[in-house]
């Protein structure tokens, strides 16, 4: 199960760090009146990680090779947890 939990944390790592890379190279020296810098690039982080990870992570369901570009090849996965809902 502590597998699973690192490569699901890596697999979000990945996608954020590539967002926030190409949301700064997307957006050097781009200014907008009443709009402070941060806001931009807080805006261009989360828009470059959603559209990465969502690309990536549809291609990975037809080329399963292409997981690699999300940190790894192997999706994460969990356990059933039955909860017993009796008094």
Not at 10 to 32: D, I, K, N, S
Not at 53 to 65: D, H, M, T
């Amino acid at each position: 199960m502590f597998h699973s939990w690192i490569l699901s944390l890596w697999r979000t790592v990945v996608p954020t760090l590539v967002g926030g890379v190409l949301g700064w190279l997307a957006l050097r020296g781009v200014t907008v009146e009443g709009v402070s810098a941060e806001e931009i690039s807080a805006g261009a982080v989360v828009l470059g990680t959603s559209l990465y990870y969502g690309v990536f992570r549809a291609l990975e369901q037809r080329w399963p090779a292409l997981g690699v570009l999300l940190g790894s090849t192997k999706a994460p996965t969990y356990e059933q947890r039955h909860i017993d809902s009796s008094p």
